[in-house]
Antibody, heavy 116, light 107 residues
Framework: EVQLVESGGGLIQPGGSLRLSCAAS????????MSWVRQAPGKGLEWVST???????YYANSVKGRFTISRDDSKNTLYLQMNTLRAEDTAMYYC??????????WGQGTLVTVSS | DIQMTQSPSSVSASVGDRVTITCRAS??????LAWYQQKPGKSPNLLIY???SLQSGVPLRFSGSGSGTDFTLTISSLQPEDFATYYC?????????FGGGTKVEIK
């Protein structure tokens, strides 16, 4: 059974850093495109980043230069390093497997709140 | 970037009604389009991919159509468990983009 479990969210001050994790089971992360999608409170879905390998990473303009997607193949885990956080980064962050551009499995999400 | 525009933003309907949601892309995306359902407090769930292909386990009352820039999600006979928010998403290129969502509410 495919499962994605996110962790690492929390309350952080503006300008701070946070690393989100997404532990996968039931499939191999390194054989798939993996993504992060976020949803601000009461708002719609916003794609954040996608990774296939170290040479194939993609970012939304809103996070480019501040966020870094990566993975640890030995742990079958995806990460999102978030630096220089802003209030507008406040959202539920979902990890998702991407198949041919479609997000076919999603985690339950981890909430990031950027506030002083 | 490809902009995705959904309409309506909300619809009130009764159980048994036929509901249609449209999605328009700012540029042609062939059939690289997905539809998701999201219930309050839950993660999104893939319903339709490649514009008209039903994801495994999704009821047959859901269907998708369209190509190029104009797409439609149809629920043939609305069930109580279908009251939710629906999003379209283009998979033609990066950045991936979503429509603004359509909330299907109980009339």
């Amino acid at each position: 059974e495919v499962q994605l479990v996110e962790s690492g969210g929390g309350l952080i001050q503006p300008g701070g850093s946070l690393r989100l994790s997404c532990a996968a089971s039931g499939f191999t992360v390194s054989n798939n495109y993996m993504s992060w999608v976020r949803q601000a409170p009461g708002k719609g879905l916003e794609w954040v980043s996608t990774m296939f390998d170290a040479d194939s990473t993609y970012y939304a303009n809103s996070v480019k230069g501040r966020f870094t997607i990566s993975r640890d193949d030995s742990k079958n885990t995806l990460y999102l390093q978030m630096n220089t956080l802003r209030a507008e980064d406040t959202a539920m962050y979902y990890c998702a497997r991407e198949a041919l551009g479609y997000f076919d499995f999603w985690g339950q999400g981890t909430l990031v709140t950027v506030s002083s | 970037d490809i902009q995705m525009t959904q309409s309506p933003s909300s619809v009130s309907a009764s159980v048994g009604d036929r509901v249609t949601i449209t999605c328009r892309a700012s540029h042609g995306i062939n059939n690289w389009l997905a539809w998701y359902q999201q219930k309050p407090g839950k993660s999104p769930n893939l319903l339709i991919y490649a514009a008209s292909s039903l994801q495994s386990g999704v009821p047959l009352r859901f269907s998708g159509s369209g190509s190029g820039t104009d797409f439609t999600l149809t629920i043939s006979s609305l069930q109580p468990e279908d009251f939710a928010t629906y999003y379209c998403q283009q998979a033609n290129s990066f950045p991936r983009t979503f429509g603004g969502g359509t909330k299907v509410e109980i009339k």
